[in-house]
């Protein structure tokens, strides 16, 4: 083991320089420093290299975290970058948005009182390193193949497909109904989380790999499934969910209710110079007006910051549970709280008020129960304790459905599971029509950009294995 290690007892936990509130809330940019060699190489020495790494472990790519953590310690950074980009394809992207607090930080087995390491912001100064090196190249394919693969989706699960079956040698096309590559990395996260140059870069660096992208095409519009399957010899939806899960109370259809994608996608195309006539008109702009963000997601998160920068008059979290059993990031609430949220715990929406534009939330406070067969608290209403939020704008964060895509692509043998998501064979990635795969959200449901990634490789791997098994003459079993 390296002496450069097991520096936690001596070196404490540091993250690197955030932005004060009062700058951050004036812009979109990101609000976190990069470490420079030195806090780097610091903070990667703190690892315990434990014999059991519960960070890996924990990890939905299971990244070698200590080993190249040692490496960074050791001033041997592109063999780190190397190390790190072997299990996920994006570590520029998880390095600013993974929720390590929950993931790999959040399971560091460090002593406690000695705090976790902090792996993000290393795997980010590793990353970026990378880049400004040129040690990051586009996908350099030994041996092409003539077998092509058709992917629906240009969002994580998609890209990470392509990178991967590329390298294969495979022609890779990307199907997207988008303007941009990047899905919800692009449109969905706000760039003081991910500025959008980040997924640029690496999507340019995909179609100098090979990989061709056909934007504003959507699957049963513009090419029909059965053409697509024509066309490729195997297919993969990697669409993600985009439909928005409602919430049945009074005055839900009032003017000034809007789902968060909607409410997000507005805000991020204005950032990035698009006209956006929702936004123009101040039906999806917060400035001037009383927010309230239901929900207590990631998505919540980025909703309220995002109305805090666009000069809201107030900002009000709405979540039926408690600080502790809340689903988003802890750190991403504590940003949240720095730039002037408002988070009003145990309370939940009862009526929205309005004649027929909203004017306020009616919510009642909430009491944590008996634990359910999920083992969660449930959400109990305390009688009597109806209290008013003033809201010109209510934004619905409450997650993501997939749409009715057996529908949607004419497609009636797609098998649906009971959550509407598409059904495979976890052990092929395949769908019920054979040679068509399906991976990432529409699978799993709205999940992780990591999660994304994971099922897009292992999807990749599954595709190939097909492949080369119709080339063999072999049948694998339809899912």
């Known amino acids: 083991m390296a002496e450069k290690m097991l520096k936690f007892i001596s070196q404490s936990k540091a993250m690197p320089d955030k932005r004060q509130a009062s700058d951050r809330v004036a812009d979109f940019d990101e609000i976190y420093a990069d470490f420079d060699l030195e806090k780097a190489e610091e903070q990667a020495s703190r690892c315990s290299q434990c014999g059991v790494p519960f960070c890996q472990v924990n990890c939905p790519l299971h990244n070698n975290i200590p080993d190249w953590l040692m490496l960074t310690a050791e001033n041997r950074l592109q063999e780190a970058y190397e190390l790190s980009s072997a299990t996920n394809t994006f570590p520029e992207i998880c390095g600013r948005i993974c929720p390590q607090d929950r993931l790999c930080e959040g399971n560091c087995v460090i002593e406690k009182g000695f705090e976790s390491v902090t792996i993000g912001a290393v795997e980010k100064y590793v990353t970026e390193t990378a880049f400004d090196e040129g040690w990051v190249e586009p996908i350099k394919v030994n041996a092409e193949r003539e077998q092509s693969v058709g992917i629906i989706g240009a969002g994580p699960a998609g890209l990470a497909a392509a990178d991967l079956l590329r390298r294969k040698g495979y022609q890779v096309v990307v199907y997207d109904r988008y303007d941009r590559v990047g899905g919800l990395m692009v449109y969905g996260i706000p760039g003081f989380k991910l500025e959008k140059d980040i997924v640029e870069r690496r999507a340019e660096l995909l179609e100098k790999g090979g990989i061709k992208f056909e934007l504003n095409c959507e699957i049963g519009r513009d090419v029909t499934f059965d053409e697509l399957r024509a066309r490729h010899n195997a297919v993969l939806i990697a669409t993600g969910v985009y439909k928005a899960r409602d919430i049945k109370v009074p005055g839900i259809g009032l003017e000034g209710v809007v789902p968060a994608l909607d409410y997000l996608t507005a805000s991020n195309r204005k950032s990035l110079g698009d006209d956006v006539a929702e936004f123009d008109s101040g039906m999806l702009n917060a400035e001037g007006k009383n927010v309230v963000v239901i929900g207590g997601g990631d998505t919540a998160m980025d909703c309220v910051r995002t109305a805090i920068r666009q000069e809201a008059k107030s900002v009000t979290c709405l979540y039926r549970r408690d600080r502790a059993n809340m689903p988003g990031s802890q750190r991403e609430v ?3 709280e720095e730039e002037g949220v408002n988070f009003q715990w145990l309370s939940a929406p009862h009526a929205l008020l309005g004649n027929e534009v909203v004017s306020a939330v009616r919510a009642q406070r909430i009491h944590l129960g008996q634990p359910d067969e999920t083992g969660r608290q449930v959400p109990q209403i305390i009688d009597g304790s109806d209290f008013d939020i003033d809201a010109d704008l209510v934004v619905k964060a409450l997650g993501f459905d997939p749409e009715d895509l057996p529908s949607l692509f004419e497609q009636k043998d797609l098998g649906v599971s009971r959550w509407g998501t598409v059904q495979i064979d976890w052990k092929t ?51």
């Open 334 to 336: 504590e940003n949240a």
């Open 429 to 479: 990635m395949m769908t019920q029509i054979p040679g068509v795969f399906a991976a990432g959200d529409i699978v799993r449901g709205a999940s992780l950009v990591v999660w994304g990634i994971r099922d897009g490789r292992d999807a990749a791997e599954q595709i190939d294995a097909f492949i080369e098994a119709e080339l063999r003459g072999e049948t694998r079993q339809v899912g």
